[in-house]
């Protein structure tokens, strides 16, 4: 039996069909059917999610900025969003080294930084009241359905997507379970995947969208959730970080440490993509930083309950792609909205759905329709949203160029005293996976081993992850060329996915008498997308598995 023949496959017609259940999807969803539900139309609306359901594939800090929530749902509060906990107080601390903090003055902290007005919240459990909101809106909410792949029509233009074939084996047969995905078509496709969402990643390229911008940068972001000692705990209280672990290897980056409610603190590092060393394991540098006493002292005699990591998208406006294509659009991280220097992407990412929509249903609702939403991206360009990217823009590339340190004095420069007016842009022109240096040129990192009461191994991790995929189905971790690992990144780099992989999915087997060879334990994958971005040559290709596997988070 044939896999691929569409006409095996089981048709849905939407108005629009929207791939990723996070912000900037539920965001677009809930706006589009509050336009109908005012216009007295109706409107066929399906949200597909890979995870089990709504939530289990989000990681966030999560500090929220409320204000484009609160232009979806003015009446959140009476709604019951889970935003409970608003940040009372806040310390960034420069950790000089591994026993030493500085708290630095407010002063010097831009003042777009500061959150006051914000809130401490678990974005999954945010996810899952929007999902609520949309439902009672008349939206289709699939979880469990991850989009594989898209569909064109005979323009090129997208036209919806085709969900994932269920019980195909690892040989890719079908199996005793097999059921062909669905097509389900729309006049709009809109891709809400978050962080480098393999449709995204297709139609930017496709339709080259990137064309003349700066690379995207990413970030890989780790996090785990405590549950504190109800004396050290501090509701209300945010701590970031910057300096050690990361600065020994002149990484950029940083932590956090954020006191939400029910006695739990989420703490976390990120670990900025264009790393050199290809001896860094992201992984250890955020064991060893909760080491730090500043760090410590609050988990110390607690219990870590959760763990989870997920790449974030850093390059701002000028990484930013063309933010249509014929049939649809890109919202929230697919497109790269995050505001890189509050570390901030959910405001944006629902504002950038909000935008969305308002296109969206005003195409609708025309009697013929463009195939290319462009009035998106014409409103993108006039909005708030523009504006707030394009204040920070020189930040992060100043950060890359310059250091922490130093590219943090010239963030403070650029926005405390000349608010982001610069005359020019600052660009950083080379791509994260093109930094690596050669392993030879670079000296080693020795991490001392867990103590199994503040660090821990990354299986232990991801079991608290909860992770779980079918294990007999086609390895969602495609290599285009077998050889490579072994063949050049072995020899070059001493094959940095064993390092930068959070989840122990690569490791390079050395068996008695024989080759070594990259073996490649799919089954642990949180997708958090890393080694898509950071392979040096571009060989991994991440593909979504069968709907409903990875992580599963409760209240990441
Ligand atoms: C460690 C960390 C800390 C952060 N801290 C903050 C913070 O404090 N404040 C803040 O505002 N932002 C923060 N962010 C950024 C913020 O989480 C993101 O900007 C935001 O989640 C982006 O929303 P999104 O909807 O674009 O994507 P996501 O939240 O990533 O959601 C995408 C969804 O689409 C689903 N999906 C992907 N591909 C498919 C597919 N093919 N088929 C079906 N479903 C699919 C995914 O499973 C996921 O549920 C942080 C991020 C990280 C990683
Ligand atoms: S295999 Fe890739 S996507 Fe999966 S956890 Fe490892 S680095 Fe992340």
């Not at 995947?193 to 780790?222: M, N, W």
């Amino acid at each position: 039996m044939s896999i691929d023949q569409p006409t095996e496959r089981e048709t849905m017609e939407f108005d629009v069909v929207i791939v990723g259940g996070g912000p900037s999807g539920l965001a677009t969803a809930c706006k589009l059917a509050q336009l109908a539900q005012q216009a007295g139309t109706e409107l066929n609306i399906c949200v597909l999610e890979k995870g089990s359901e709504i939530g289990a594939h989000i990681v966030s800090g999560a500090i929220l900025e409320p204000d484009s929530l609160a232009s979806l749902f003015p009446d959140w509060q009476t709604l019951g969003a889970p935003l409970s906990n608003p940040v009372l107080s806040e310390e960034v601390l420069y950790l000089h080294n591994q026993n030493r903090a500085i708290r630095i003055p407010g002063l010097f902290i831009p003042g777009g930084l500061h959150n006051k007005g914000n809130y401490i919240i678990s974005l999954a459990n945010l996810c899952r009241w929007l999902a609520e909101q949309a439902e009672a809106l008349g939206v289709n909410i699939l979880a469990g359905f991850a989009a594989s792949s898209l569909i064109y029509d005979a323009n090129n233009a997208v036209c919806g997507v085709l969900t994932g074939d269920m019980g195909v084996n690892s040989d890719g047969q079908p199996g005793n379970n097999y059921t062909p995905g669905y097509q389900l078509r729309a006049p709009y496709t809109v891709l809400a995947e978050g962080c480098r969402g393999h449709l995204g990643k297709e139609v930017i390229s496709k339709f080259a969208l990137d064309k003349d911008k700066t690379p995207q940068h990413y970030g890989l972001g780790l996090k785990e959730i405590w549950e504190v000692d109800p004396a050290l705990h501090k509701p209300g209280h945010i701590m970031h970080t910057m300096g050690w672990p990361l600065d020994e290897s002149g990484t950029t980056g940083g932590g956090f440490l954020y006191h939400m409610d029910k006695n739990q603190v989420s703490v976390g590092l990120i670990v900025d993509l264009n790393y050199e060393t290809p001896w860094l394991s992201p992984y250890e540098e955020f064991q060893r930083m909760k080491l730090h006493p500043r760090i410590s002292a609050t988990l110390k005699g607690g219990k870590r309950i959760s763990y989870g990591a997920r790449a974030l998208v850093k390059g701002g406006l000028q990484s930013l792609p063309d933010l249509t294509f014929p049939g649809g659009l890109l919202v929230g991280d697919n497109a790269g909205f995050l505001n890189f220097l509050k570390l901030k992407g959910t405001h944006t990412a629902i504002s950038s759905g909000i935008l969305a929509a308002d296109t969206l249903f005003a195409l609708l609702g025309c009697e013929t329709r463009a195939p290319r939403p462009l009035a998106y991206q014409r409103a993108f360009e006039r909005s708030a949203l523009y504006s707030e990217l394009f204040k920070i823009r020189n930040c992060g590339p100043a950060i890359h160029k310059l250091g922490m340190l130093a590219g943090s004095a010239f963030t403070w420069l650029d926005q405390t005293v000349f608010a982001g007016r610069l005359p020019f842009t600052l660009r950083d022109r080379v791509p994260d996976h093109a930094a690596l240096r050669q392993a030879d040129h670079c000296p080693k990192i020795d991490y001392p081993k867990p103590d199994n009461k503040l660090s821990f191994d990354r299986l232990s991790s991801v079991f608290l992850s909860g992770t779980f995929h079918e294990e007999n189905q086609p390895c969602h971790l495609q290599l285009r060329d077998e050889d490579t690992p072994i063949q050049f990144n072995l020899p070059q780099y001493d094959e940095p996915a064993q390092r930068y992989c959070p989840a122990a999915v690569y490791e390079i087997v050395r068996d008695e008498n024989q080759p070594a060879r990259l073996q490649i334990n799919a089954q642990n994958c949180v997708h958090c997308k890393t080694c898509d971005i950071k392979d040096p040559t571009q060989n991994i290709r991440w593909v979504t598995p069968e709907g409903g596997g990875g992580p599963n988070y409760p209240n990441m």
